[in-house]
């Protein structure tokens, strides 16, 4: 399964995401210079991490070739609490594994509670606790 997909650095938009030395980041701006006299437009494109919410900015040759991850939505039911870790099991896969909790949602996580993650690249990201429905 492709965990990302191709683009060109001068299609980049705002609000896309990208990997940007090798983490997935939300581009918050992207700024198109023209070309020079001798080069090529050069993007100028800033992103913030959407694991670890680092400010990273990169510049690229216009034609480059930079990764758009795909980001795959999954629930999964957590199974117990420990501290900052829950422990959850896919509702599709019934695989088990720790997810971190993140401060937001860090009073609203509690047993048999769905939650929503996100699989980007390598990492598995807790974003939102799903309706209970009690």
Partial sequence: MASSKQES???VKEGMTIVMDGAACKVVSVQISRPGKHGH?????????LIDEKKRIN????????DV???EKKNAQVLSVT??????????????FDLAIPDELKDQVK?????????????????????TGD
């Fill in 9 to 11: 650095a001068g299609s």
């Fill in 41 to 49: 437009a050069k993007a100028r494109i800033e992103g913030i991490g």
């Fill in 59 to 66: 510049v690229y040759p216009g034609s480059e070739i930079i």
């Fill in 69 to 71: 991850p795909i980001i």
């Fill in 83 to 96: 501290g900052n870790m829950a422990n959850v099991m896919d509702s599709e896969s019934f695989e088990m």
């Fill in 111 to 131: 047993e048999n509670v769905q939650v929503l993650y996100w699989i980007i690249i390598n990492d598995r990201v807790m974003k939102q606790i799903k309706n």
